[in-house]
C-alpha cells in the first residue's frame, strides 16, 4: 500500500521522493526538545525569523536547507512553506515522495503529466483534505478515477487537460460520486470549483449539462480544443436558468472548430463576462467579433486583439 517507507524518517522527506538526506548537525548542538515540551523562547524566536528567511526559498532550496541541522530539518517541513507543491512530469512518484507531500498538507497540488496511479492518488486525497487546486493535466483516466469517492476533497481548481481516456460517461462518474453509504450523492464533491480546465477533451453536451447542474460557483472555464462542442453548445451554457450564465467570466473556446458566428449571438447573454478567447475558431469572422464587442462595451470597456480575443479592460 503506498505510503511511508518503513524506517523514514518522521520530519525529513523532499516531496520529490529523494528526501534530506544525512543530517549534518552543528559542531555543538543543543539537544533537541521532547515534542510534549514548549520550544524555549529564545528558540522560538529564531524559529519565526528563519521563517521568514525560508519564505524566499525555492523548494528545492529549502530540501537542501533541511540537511544542516535537526532544527532546520523540523523548521523547513513547516506547511507554510509548502502551499504548492509542483510535481510535474514526474516520471517516478514513490511512497517517500507521497508521504512528505502529506506532512506538509498543500493547498495546491500539481502531479500534471506524471505516472500517479489511482491507488497513490486515492491515498493522497483521503490525507490531503485541506487541498483547493489539483492540476491532473496528461493523466490517465485509471489515477483521476481516485476523485469519484466520498473522500475527494472540496477543490476550486481541478485541471483535467489532456487527460487519457476521459470522455462524457467517465465525467458523469466524477460528478456523481457515491456517499459513504455507497448512495449516489446528490451535492457534488465538485460544488465548490470555481476553475474547470478541460482543453482537448473528447466530451459533448452531455459534460456541459453535467457542469450547469453542479458547478454553480463555476467562473473560469477552459473548453480549449473539445471538438464536439457546437454553436449548440453554447447556447446550452447560456441558456435562461442555466447557473453558468451568471457565474462565468472567463470562457476558454481555443480551436473549437465547429463554433460558427451563430455562437457569439449566445455569449451577450453572460452578465459577468470579462474574458472570451476564440483563436483558431476557424468558422469565427473577425466581424463577428467586433460586433460582440460593441454589444459588450455597453457594460464596461473591452478590447480585441488581432487573434480573436476578447478582454475586459480593469
Not at 495546491?108 to 506524471?114: F, G, I, K, P, Y
Request: charge should be positive; aromatic fraction near 4%.
Amino acid at each position: 500500500m503506498c505510503g511511508p517507507r518503513a524506517g523514514s524518517r518522521g520530519g525529513g522527506g523532499c516531496p520529490c521522493g529523494r528526501g534530506p538526506g544525512p543530517l549534518l548537525s552543528p559542531s555543538t548542538p543543543a539537544p533537541s526538545p521532547s515534542p510534549s515540551s514548549p520550544l524555549p523562547e529564545d528558540q522560538m524566536m529564531q524559529r519565526h525569523l528563519w521563517l521568514l528567511v525560508f519564505r524566499y526559498l525555492s523548494q528545492k532550496e529549502l530540501c537542501v536547507c533541511m540537511r544542516v541541522c535537526r532544527a532546520w530539518c523540523k523548521w523547513c517541513c513547516d506547511k507554510r512553506l509548502w502551499t504548492q507543491i509542483n510535481l510535474s512530469r514526474c516520471k517516478s512518484i514513490t511512497p517517500l515522495a507521497l508521504s512528505s507531500i502529506s506532512r506538509r498538507l498543500p493547498v495546491s497540488l500539481d502531479l500534471s503529466w506524471s505516472n500517479i496511479s489511482r491507488k497513490q492518488l486515492t491515498w493522497l486525497v483521503n490525507r490531503l483534505t485541506g487541498l483547493k487546486d489539483l492540476f491532473l493535466s496528461g493523466c490517465s483516466w485509471s489515477a483521476i478515477s481516485a476523485l469519484s469517492t466520498h473522500s475527494c476533497p472540496l477543490l476550486r481548481t481541478l485541471d483535467l487537460r489532456w487527460a487519457e481516456g476521459l470522455r462524457d460517461a467517465q465525467m458523469r462518474e466524477l460528478f456523481c460520486s457515491p456517499d459513504k453509504q455507497g448512495q449516489l450523492d446528490n451535492r457534488s464533491k465538485l460544488r465548490n470549483v470555481t476553475d474547470f480546465r478541460l482543453s482537448g477533451l473528447d466530451i459533448s453536451d452531455v459534460t456541459l449539462r453535467l457542469i450547469i447542474r453542479h458547478m454553480p460557483l463555476l467562473s473560469r472555464l477552459d473548453l480549449s480544443h473539445c471538438s464536439h462542442l457546437s454553436d449548440h453548445s453554447l447556447n446550452l451554457l447560456t441558456a435562461v436558468g442555466s447557473s453558468t450564465r451568471n457565474s462565468l467570466s472567463d470562457l476558454q473556446l481555443e480551436g473549437c472548430n465547429q463554433l460558427t458566428d451563430e455562437c457569439l449571438l449566445y455569449l451577450r447573454r453572460i452578465s459577468n463576462i470579462s474574458r472570451v478567447n476564440l483563436r483558431n475558431c476557424k468558422h469565427i469572422s473577425r466581424a463577428a467579433c467586433e460586433t460582440l464587442l460593441s454589444d459588450l462595451s455597453v457594460c464596461g470597456l473591452f478590447c480585441l486583439s488581432d487573434d480573436k480575443e476578447i478582454s475586459k479592460i480593469s
